[in-house]
Structures are given as structure tokens and as C-alpha cells.
């Protein structure tokens, strides 16, 4: 994999080249002091991932993850000093299309192994992503969890079931900001995101909505006017009584928490046809899972080209025939309020 590190401080850029020493594949293929030499050098060599700092002189991380994913885009993954006290950065980030965060090793510190060792995971996590959004066909079979019966529930509140992956918070954030209080819905969200960093961004999230938002935990069943968001590396779904639960399988599926899952799940057990939206984001995740609940009679919605940051899921749900119609973000806010205000089944 041909990496490029974009940090202002040599002790850093050390760290970082040392950790990445210990997989022979891996190759820092250049370096950057701060993000407006990292832009120009992407635009002429671009990596398979870069290792972004946030706070640095002339360009911080932030800006310069949004140029590259507007004019070179490529996988980002934030290392920084401290990404608990960098949150607003880090989440600013999110919006323009980095993948994920991890703190940077230093070589003097007493746990450089396991940060070191996070890092490495995370790498590996996206190299994963990478091979398979380059191809439209996965070796693994993405299954729910396994199934007993089916439910014989009939009151079933009406249900807004959203997954999303690189860029997903900005879209996020302007879908729930324009959703009221009231809102006559329970809204479900899967965004690949870290289980060390979904307390934050819930917490994130709740600021852009007027809704309740908080992490779904096992035993939680969908409630309307509150917003559930998945919140580990396990993947989340729907049991056959509607409560819900995580599970680590598909094991060696790279996106976690996987919006398949949770779509296959909500289209075994959730008898009320819903409304399921697929974000922005890398790779396929969410694309069959959008197709069996359209065949369902869901009414199921893919963002537009125009709007994503990374055009891969909502692409691969298109081309599936999967998505009942293709929206910007706004235009998806305004359809769930035109639903809810003609008493429509989510």
C-alpha cells in the first residue's frame, strides 16, 4: 500500500514511518509539512491513503482533506495528538470525506504500542474498503444474523432506516436539522464509524437535530421521534421479537458496523414497509440490502452523485435498480416531512 503522512512535527513523522516499517507492504511513498503541500503533491502523486494531521501551519488537516477529496480524492484516515480534545476538527473533517481517526504514536509514551497497533488496524481496515469498492462483486455473502421466526407483530411505529459511510455526517446533519420534534418516526442510523468514536458523534449529531439521538444498545426496539444510532464494531440488527442486538457476524466483512445487516434484517422482520436511504460513501455496503427492502414495496432512497462525497454505495444501490428514487440530502429531508405530513407509511 503506498501511503503518504502529512505532519508538521519530525518526531511525528518518525513515529509514523517507524510503525509502518513493520508491514513489508506498506510504503510512504511522501511527506508533507503542512496540508497546502500535501494538496499539490496528491494532485501529482496520488496515494492509496494518507495519514492526515489536523492542526498544522499554512493549511490545517481540515481544509486540506476538503480540497483533495474535491480535486484528488483519495482514502483519508485523521491521526492527530489527541482526537478527544480535536473533536470539532475531527468531526469537520468527517463532513469532507476522511474515513476515520486514530491519535498518534509516540515513541517516548508507555502505550505507543497500542496506539501504534490501532493505527495499523485501521490501515488495514481501509486497504480492505479499497479492494472492495474496485470491484461490484464481494467473495463474502453479507447475511443478518440468524433468523428464527418470522414476527407476528402488526403494531409497528413507522420507520426511517438510514446507512452511511464517508461523508455521511455532513449529509447526515442536513437531513435530521430539518426534522421537527415531532417528527412521527423512529429513525435508525448506520454510519461506518469506530466504536471508540460513536459516543462523540452521537453527541455530534445531537446538535444538529431536534430529535433525541443516542447510541442503540442491545434490548433498544425503534421508537418514534428518537433517533438510534449503531455504536460498536459489531454489526447492528433487527431480532425476530423487533428489539435490537449486535453481532459480530460476517466476521471478516471490513465495513463495520455494516449497513447490509441491518437492512436484510429490518426486511425480515419489519412488517410495516418503511423508508431506507443510502449515503454517500465508499464501497458497496448497503446496496443489496436496499434492493431487498425495495423489493419489500420499501420506499427506498439513494443520494445523488452531485451531493456525495464519495459516490460508491448510493452508485452501486442505482445500478441494483435498488433506490425508488435518487436525492440530494435537502431533497431527502423535504420527502421524509412530505410523508409525515400526508400521514404516508414511512
Known amino acids: 500500500m503506498r501511503i503518504a503522512i502529512v505532519n508538521d512535527l519530525a518526531i511525528a513523522q518518525a513515529a509514523l514511518q517507524k510503525v ?27 496515494p492509496d491513503i494518507i495519514l492526515m494531521d489536523l492542526l498544522m501551519p499554512v493549511m490545517n488537516g481540515v481544509e486540506a482533506t476538503r480540497q483533495i477529496m474535491q480535486n484528488s480524492p483519495c482514502p483519508i484516515l485523521i491521526v492527530t495528538s489527541d482526537k478527544d480534545r480535536n473533536l470539532p476538527e475531527v468531526y469537520t473533517a468527517m463532513e469532507y470525506g476522511a474515513l476515520d481517526v ?8 508507555g502505550d505507543s504500542s497500542k496506539t501504534a497497533n490501532d493505527l495499523l488496524v485501521k490501515i488495514a481496515r481501509i486497504g480492505k474498503l479499497m479492494r472492495i469498492s474496485t470491484s461490484k462483486n464481494t467473495k463474502e455473502s453479507v447475511n443478518s444474523a440468524p433468523i428464527a421466526t418470522r414476527n407476528k407483530f402488526s403494531a409497528i411505529v413507522p420507520l426511517v432506516a438510514i446507512g452511511s459511510s464517508t461523508g455521511g455526517p455532513k449529509a447526515l446533519a442536513k437531513i435530521l436539522s430539518q426534522l421537527p420534534a415531532n417528527f412521527d418516526a423512529a429513525v435508525s442510523i448506520v454510519q461506518h464509524v469506530d466504536a471508540q468514536f460513536s459516543e462523540g458523534f452521537v453527541d455530534w ?4 437535530c431536534a430529535l433525541p439521538v443516542r447510541i442503540a444498545v442491545a434490548g433498544d426496539r425503534l421508537e418514534k421521534g428518537t433517533v438510534l444510532v449503531a455504536g460498536t464494531n459489531d454489526h447492528l440488527y433487527l431480532q425476530s421479537d423487533l428489539t435490537l442486538n449486535y453481532t459480530q457476524h460476517p466476521i471478516n466483512y471490513p465495513y463495520r458496523p455494516s449497513v447490509d445487516v441491518f437492512f436484510k434484517s429490518l426486511a425480515e422482520h419489519w412488517t410495516r414497509k418503511g423508508t431506507a436511504i443510502l449515503l454517500t460513501g465508499m464501497g458497496r455496503d448497503g446496496a443489496e440490502g436496499l ?51 400526508s400521514n404516508r407509511n414511512f
Open 102 to 109: 486514530v491519535n498518534t504514536p509516540v515513541l517516548q509514551q
Open 291 to 341: 434492493s431487498v427492502l425495495r423489493s419489500k414495496g420499501w420506499h427506498t432512497i439513494a443520494q445523488d452523485k452531485e451531493s456525495c462525497v464519495v459516490y460508491g454505495m448510493p452508485k452501486a444501490a442505482i445500478e441494483l435498480q435498488a433506490a425508488v428514487e435518487v436525492l440530494s440530502p435537502d431533497a431527502i429531508a423535504s420527502r421524509l416531512l412530505k410523508n409525515s405530513l
Open 20 to 46: 509502518l516499517q513493520t508491514v513489508p507492504d506498506y510504503q510512504v511513498i511522501w511527506t508533507a509539512r503542512n496540508g497546502a503541500e500535501a494538496v499539490q503533491k496528491c494532485v501529482q502523486n496520488k
Open 205 to 208: 449529531l445531537k446538535q444538529q
